[in-house]
């Protein structure tokens, strides 16, 4: 059976996911500081944006004028879409103080309430009318509460998944840790992608695997990535071998890259499929 798929649009992130992303799915963005999460997702929503796919980006890490300015770091101008009514940010970091309380349309002002912040989302979900959501980063809303981490993503993933969106959830974890946000959380999402940075002979090396992605096959080894000027760019038909003594980038052999490039072609020739809310309240 074909699977609808959003395509990320992201250089080789459909590739290594055999067409791209299934639709409905919330999927983890994993790895430590600095590997990129804030960006594939801010990539993802751009590049959804450009084809006609609303976007939300929920912001609890940066202030959403940071946020701005980051999408602007790497040429992508979210400002029309955001005048257009296609792109909200949902301020869930400045709590509704200062100037961000006279200029920001959606704010959550008690990030510990994953209610509010569900309700605020669904509200820019439907004026936007979202296909794709980011959220940066879930970490933060159960960092000192592990106990409740799978509560929040269930009822985060409810809403969205409900609404006929897709997601990325960004989620931090310690350099060197080999989870990937804790055992409740992972269990619940659909896919779990890990982005990592290596440091070997004085060099850090960026890489990124996917560890699950529900209804789909994909991937089953580590991809060398950049990230360039114009956002991130992943090499699909590479593997990456990091061990204590070397690292090998080697190509993938001739008939799995093949497989790749013809699954995200077959995915490229299907219908957009349609969006569908199936919700209830
Ligand atoms: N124009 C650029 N060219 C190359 N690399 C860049 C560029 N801009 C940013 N970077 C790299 O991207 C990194 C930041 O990526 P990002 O913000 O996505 O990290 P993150 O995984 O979300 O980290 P954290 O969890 O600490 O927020 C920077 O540390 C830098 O190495």
């Known amino acids: 059976m074909t699977v609808p798929r959003v395509r990320s649009y992201v250089p080789g992130l459909d590739e290594i996911l055999f067409g791209g992303i299934p639709e409905r799915s919330v999927v983890l963005l994993s790895g430590g500081p600095g590997t990129g999460k804030s960006i594939l997702g801010k990539q993802f929503l751009y590049n959804g944006l450009k084809r006609g ?3 939300v980006f929920v912001a609890l890490e940066e202030h959403p004028v940071a946020v701005r300015r980051s999408f602007r770091h790497f040429g992508w101008d979210i400002a029309q879409y955001e005048r257009e009514g296609k792109f909200a940010i949902v301020d869930a970091f400045t709590g509704g103080v200062g100037t961000a309380a006279q200029r920001e349309r959606y704010i959550v002002k008690q990030v510990d309430d994953v209610h509010e912040l569900s309700d605020v989302l669904r509200q820019a979900i439907r004026d936007t009318g979202a296909r794709r959501v980011v959220i940066d980063s879930v970490s933060t809303l159960y960092l000192t509460k592990p106990a409740v981490a799978r509560g929040t993503i269930m009822t985060l993933k409810r809403v969205i998944a409900g609404l006929g969106c897709t997601a990325f959830f960004v989620s931090q974890v310690s350099v ?7 055992p409740g959380v992972e ?3 659909d896919g779990i992608i890990r982005l990592d940075l290596d440091e070997f002979d004085g060099r850090l090396y960026r890489s990124i695997i996917v560890w699950k992605m529900r209804d789909t096959k994909h991937s089953m080894v580590r991809h060398p990535m950049e990230i ?8 699909w038909d590479k593997y990456i071998k990091i061990t204590g003594s070397s690292v090998r980038i080697e190509p993938l052999p001739k008939e799995e890259a093949e497989a790749m490039r013809k699954a995200v072609e077959d995915v490229e020739k299907q ?4 969006k569908i809310e199936i919700e209830e309240e």
């Open 228 to 235: 360039k000027d114009g956002g991130i760019e992943i090499m």
């Open 53 to 55: 796919d609303a976007g």
């Open 176 to 182: 060197g840790e080999r989870g990937f946000g804790g």
């Open 187 to 189: 269990h619940a999402v």
């Open 271 to 274: 219908p957009a499929p349609k």
